[in-house]
């Protein structure tokens, strides 16, 4: 009786392993999903870079925005 008990107090433990090993991987799968899908969209950005004209004096910096000619003119905002 005490053997039986054993083994499966052993058996149960196995399977609560197993069972959080495979929530593990799943989590991991889902996080590398997303991972992959993010660098997607930097790796889109990085291949259409705006540009911009930078005017310094002293210790003042503004950067402007050059409008793409491809798209509508619409007012771009200035950065200070």
């Not at 008990?5 to 495979?22: D, E, K, N, S, T």
């Not at 991991?28 to 705006?50: C, F, G, N, T, W």
Request: charged fraction near 25%; hydrophobic fraction near 45%; include cysteine.
């Amino acid at each position: 009786m005490a053997m039986t008990l054993c083994f499966l107090v052993i058996g149960m433990q196995a399977i609560a392993i197993r069972h959080a090993r495979h929530e593990r991987i799943e989590q991991l799968r889902a996080e590398h999903q997303r991972i992959e899908s993010e660098l997607r969209q930097v790796k889109a950005v990085a291949d259409d870079p705006a540009p911009v004209v930078v005017l310094e004096n002293a210790d003042t910096r503004v950067i402007v925005p050059v409008a793409n000619r491809a798209e509508n003119r619409q007012q771009q905002p200035i950065y200070y």
